[in-house]
C-alpha cells in the first residue's frame, strides 16, 4: 500500500492562511520572555487581538501559480478562488491532482482521472481548513484550544489547536513576535504532516507566504511549493469551475474472470504490451503498481523517488505512464501506476507481477465472489449489486467502512483483499482501547510492501458487518509505530480470511459496498480458539 492521500494546494491553503493571521500582533511581553511560570493567554484574547488587526478587507478572488519539487520530481500548481468557488491544479512528474469547490461540495480527480466527492475523512478535515482560514474560529473561541509553546527553527511559537463542528482537529503554530503563522498540522495516516510557511511577501498590501514545505516528518520526501505569481480580487473566469467527470474502463459489456490464488491471495490475469501477467487484487493498495522487472519488460520509464508507507515507511517506489492496462476484454487508458522491486519489497516472499489497486476498483463495478474464483464487472450501474449496502468512505483512496466489535466499539477499517489473514488492528487503535483483543507472546510476521511487521496473534468474540455477525476471528495486532499498519485514523483491515465468506460487490461510484453471504460462508460460531499462551 502505497500512496500519499490527497492535498489541497499549499500555496493557495498557505496564501487564505496569511489572510487570516499575517495582521495578529506579538504576544504580550510577557509570553516573549518566556519566564519559568508564564502565564497561560487565553483563547478569547489571542482572537481578539486578531480581530482587532485584520481590517484589511476580505479577498473577494485570488489566482496563483508555480513550482512544485520533491521525490525526485518537478512540476507546477495553479490555483483560483472566487466567492464559495475554488480549484487547485497541481501537477508532480506525470502525477497530477485537481481539488474542486463548488460551495459545500468539494471534489477530488487524481492522476487517474477519477473523480470523487469528498465525503468523508477529508472532507471532515476540509471543514476544519476552512474554519481556520476563513477566520470563523474568532467568532467561536469555544472550538480552539491553546496547546502551549514551542519552538519552530529558532523561533518562539504559539500553539493553537481548533476544529469546526464536524471537523477534525488541526494545530497552527504562530510566531510569538511577529504574529505571522509558521506551520499547520494535521493528522494524516501513521502520523502529523506539517506545512511549513515563509518567504512572506506583500502583495497589494496583504502579506503571503511564497513557499511552503509539504512533509510527513521524512525529510527526503517533502515536496516543495514555490509561488512566482499571485493576483488579487481580478475575475475569475466560470470556466474555471466546469465540474469534473470521472473517467472509467472501456468496456461494451459486464465481464466474468477466473481468479486465481497465489499464497493465500487472489488475483487476475492482465495484459500489458502483448504480454500476461499475473496480478493481486489489492483493494487496500492506493495504485495499480508494477514490478520493476515488468515495467522494464514494457520499456515504460521509472522516474522519482517516492516514499511508501507499507509494513514499514521506505523508499525505492517510482511513477511511470502506464498506456494501457487490459483486463479481460476490458481495459484502462492511461494510467499513471507506480513501480518497485516487488522481489525485494515483500523481503522475498513470493513473486508477483504486480497489483490490481484502488484505481481499477474506481473505474468500475466490481463483484467478487471468493468461493467460485471469479471477478465480474464492468462500468458503473452496469448491474445490480447483490446483498446488503454497507457505507464507504473513499477519500483517501483507501475503501474504508465503519464496522462493530464486541458490541462496544465503532471504529473504520480498510477493506483490503491484499491481506490474506482475517482481522487485523492496528497498535494506535489497541491503546486507544485496552483489552478489546486478549494479549498473546505469539509473535507472528505480517508481509507487506517494505517487508515485514511484528505482530501478535489474538482473537476478537465478535465482529459485526452490517447485520452480519462473524465470531472468534483470528486477530494480529501489529506492534509498528510507523507504515500503513501503525494509521492513525483505521482501527486496522478487514482481510481475505473474512472477505472469503462473501460474495463482495465493489461500488465506488456510489460509495457503498455489498455484501452477499457466499458458498463458504461460516459464521464462526462454532469455532474453538484456542489462545497461544
Not at 145 to 156: I, M, P, T, V, Y
Amino acid at each position: 500500500m502505497s500512496g500519499v492521500g490527497p492535498r489541497k494546494v499549499a500555496a493557495f491553503r498557505g496564501a487564505c492562511l496569511a489572510a487570516l493571521l499575517a495582521f495578529v500582533p506579538a504576544l504580550p511581553s510577557a509570553v516573549a520572555a518566556a519566564p519559568q511560570r508564564e502565564p497561560v493567554p487565553a483563547v478569547s484574547e489571542i482572537l481578539a487581538m486578531y480581530a482587532r488587526a485584520t481590517h484589511g478587507g476580505d479577498v473577494t478572488s485570488l489566482e496563483s501559480s508555480g513550482t512544485v519539487t520533491g521525490e525526485g520530481l518537478t512540476g507546477d500548481f495553479h490555483s483560483w478562488r472566487s466567492g464559495g468557488d475554488e480549484r487547485d491544479d497541481e501537477r508532480l512528474g506525470p502525477r497530477s491532482e485537481t481539488t474542486l469547490r463548488l460551495g459545500d461540495h468539494l471534489y477530488l480527480r487524481t492522476s487517474n482521472g477519477n473523480v470523487r466527492e469528498l465525503m468523508g475523512y477529508l472532507r471532515r478535515r476540509a471543514l476544519t481548513e476552512d474554519f481556520v482560514d476563513s477566520g470563523a474560529f474568532v467568532n467561536a473561541p469555544e472550538r480552539s484550544k491553546f496547546l502551549g509553546f514551542g519552538s519552530l527553527d529558532g523561533a518562539r511559537a504559539g500553539r493553537l489547536d481548533g476544529r469546526a463542528d464536524g471537523g477534525e482537529p488541526e494545530t497552527v503554530w504562530i510566531d510569538a513576535s511577529t504574529g505571522l503563522p509558521l506551520r499547520v498540522e494535521y493528522i494524516d495516516g501513521d502520523g502529523p504532516t506539517t506545512i511549513d510557511f515563509s518567504d512572506w511577501r506583500d502583495v497589494d498590501g496583504r502579506r503571503f507566504p511564497f513557499k511552503l514545505v509539504t512533509s510527513d516528518g521524512e525529510r527526503q520526501f517533502d515536496i516543495v511549493q514555490q509561488t512566482t505569481s499571485m493576483a488579487l480580487d481580478v475575475p475569475v473566469s466560470a470556466d474555471i469551475f466546469t465540474p469534473l467527470h470521472n473517467r472509467t474502463i472501456v468496456t461494451d459489456v459486464v465481464q466474468t474472470v477466473p481468479l486465481f490464488e497465489r499464497n493465500a491471495h487472489v488475483g487476475c490475469h492482465v495484459a500489458i504490451a502483448g504480454r500476461t501477467y499475473e496480478f493481486l487484487l489489492d483493494t487496500g493498495a492506493q495504485s495499480v503498481l508494477l514490478d520493476s522487472r515488468v515495467a522494464k519488460e514494457a520499456g515504460l520509464a521509472e522516474v522519482g523517488a517516492l516514499e511508501v508507507r507499507g509494513a514499514s515507511r521506505s523508499g525505492g517506489l517510482h511513477v511511470l505512464n502506464l498506456p494501457r492496462l487490459d483486463i479481460g476484454a476490458a481495459h484502462l487508458d492511461e494510467l499513471v501506476a507506480t513501480s518497485i522491486d516487488l522481489r525485494r519489497a515483500l523481503g522475498g516472499v513470493g513473486r508477483i507481477d504486480g497489483i490490481l489497486g484502488f484505481p481499477f476498483f474506481a473505474s468500475s463495478l466490481v463483484e467478487i465472489d471468493f468461493a467460485n474464483r471469479t471477478m465480474r464487472f464492468g462500468l458503473p450501474g452496469s448491474f445490480v449489486p447483490r446483498g446488503r449496502r454497507v457505507p464507504l468512505d473513499i477519500d483517501r483512496g483507501l475503501i474504508e467502512a465503519t464496522f462493530q466489535l464486541d458490541h462496544t466499539v465503532q471504529a473504520p477499517f480498510v477493506i483490503d483483499t491484499g491481506n490474506s489473514g482475517e482481522l487485523l488492528l492496528y497498535r494506535p487503535f489497541v491503546s486507544t482501547h485496552p483489552g478489546i483483543v486478549p494479549f498473546s507472546n505469539a509473535l507472528v510476521p505480517n508481509y507487506g510492501i517494505g517487508g515485514a511487521a511484528s505482530t501478535y496473534r489474538s482473537s476478537l468474540d465478535e465482529l459485526l458487518l452490517g447485520d452480519v455477525a462473524l465470531y472468534h476471528r483470528i486477530t494480529d495486532v501489529v506492534l509498528a509505530e510507523k507504515g500503513a499498519f501503525a494509521d492513525r485514523i483505521d482501527a486496522g483491515n478487514i482481510g481475505l480470511g473474512i472477505l472469503r465468506n462473501f460474495i463482495v460487490t465493489f461500488d465506488l461510484a456510489n460509495n457503498a459496498l455489498y455484501l452477499e453471504k457466499g458458498d463458504a460462508f461460516d459464521d464462526g460460531r462454532l469455532r474453538t480458539v484456542t489462545m497461544p499462551s
